[in-house]
């Protein structure tokens, strides 16, 4: 099932999201629905925060990008209660987008390389140091799960360049090709 996406004003995209437990009721079928809405709206990546639910569950697609980088050919993976130990290696700037800010792209700088511990969609533990581009989608969307979105790293003279952009998406003004739950005034 294809949810509404959940666009910046709405105040779940700025909680601290909560771990969950393995008995999570019909965490599969959320987890379905998050990789259909994900692909609906042609994201690699999905936050349970941007569905409305203050959890931390997160997908990522990076199959999409599999022609350019065949070692992502077939990766649709869940990561449920993902935390990040460490990050380190060299900054690096690149843009990015986000379905909760439709219309918006920016570069970010984020770190080259990060230590992650997370569960996956059958409650294993794994504990991996990632790098590249997948490193930089999961800062993305872990940072979700904190209650932070991409334009949070960018500069104060950015920032100010989107603010009528921020302020239509306030007052419930967006346009988009997919579904959202835009703030309701
Ligand atoms: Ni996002």
Redesign the pocket.
């Known amino acids: 099932m294809i949810l509404p996406i959940y666009v910046y004003g709405q105040p779940v995209l700025r909680k601290v999201a909560e771990d969950i437990k393995s008995d999570y009721p019909n965490l599969k079928e959320l987890i379905a629905n998050m990789f259909e809405t994900m692909d609906n709206a042609e994201?690699v990546?999905?936050?349970a925060p941007?569905i409305g639910l203050p959890i931390r569950v997160v997908v990522i697609n990076l199959d999409v990008l599999s022609d350019e980088f065949p070692e992502l050919k077939g990766f649709r993976k869940t990561f449920i209660n993902p935390h990040i130990l460490e990050v380190s290696g060299e900054m690096e700037d690149m843009e990015?987008?986000?379905?909760?800010?439709p219309g918006i792209h920016e570069n970010v700088k984020r770190a080259g390389k990060i230590h992650v511990h997370y569960l996956d969609e059958d409650m294993q533990p794994h504990d991996e140091i990632v790098e590249g581009y997948l490193a930089r989608v999961m800062q993305?969307?872990f940072?979700?799960l904190d209650g932070k979105?991409?334009i949070d790293h960018i500069s104060m003279m950015r920032k100010q360049m989107i603010r009528g952009k921020l302020s239509a998406m306030l007052k419930g003004k967006v346009r988009c090709a997919y579904k959202v739950k835009a703030v309701k005034i």
């Not at 990015?96 to 800010?101: D, M, R, V």
């Open positions: 994201g990546g999905l936050a941007q990015e987008g986000c379905l909760s800010l993305h969307e940072d979700h979105m991409f």
